[in-house]
């Protein structure tokens, strides 16, 4: 599980049976658990929904070479969750 600023996120995608597609650490060892999950993730409806902690950020990339995404980082645990840029059903 993610750090407890992330849970009620990635709650909420595993009850809404949403395929998770890796969990782990990423490219970088200043990075803790990152869960990838096959949806366009709305981050604007989502921070405020959910009322996430201003610890955590949406984070975004863009680069076709390294893998593009959207989601969240958690500054202080370094976990996130991320989805898709586009292409997929919308979550949030």
Excluded at 34 to 48: G, I, Q, R
Aim: with cysteine; glycine share 8%; hydrophobic share 35%.
């Amino acid at each position: 599980m993610v750090c407890h600023h992330l849970a009620k996120l990635e709650e909420e995608l595993i009850k809404a049976n949403v395929k998770e597609t890796y969990r782990g650490q990423v490219w970088t060892k200043n990075c803790r658990e990152w869960v990838y999950f096959d949806v366009v993730l709305n981050t604007e409806s989502l921070s405020a929904r959910l009322h996430l902690p201003s610890c955590v950020r949406v984070h975004e990339n863009l680069d076709a070479k390294s893998g593009t995404e959207r989601g969240f980082y958690c500054e202080i645990c370094k976990d996130g969750i991320m989805g898709l840029i586009s292409g997929g059903e919308t979550f949030g």
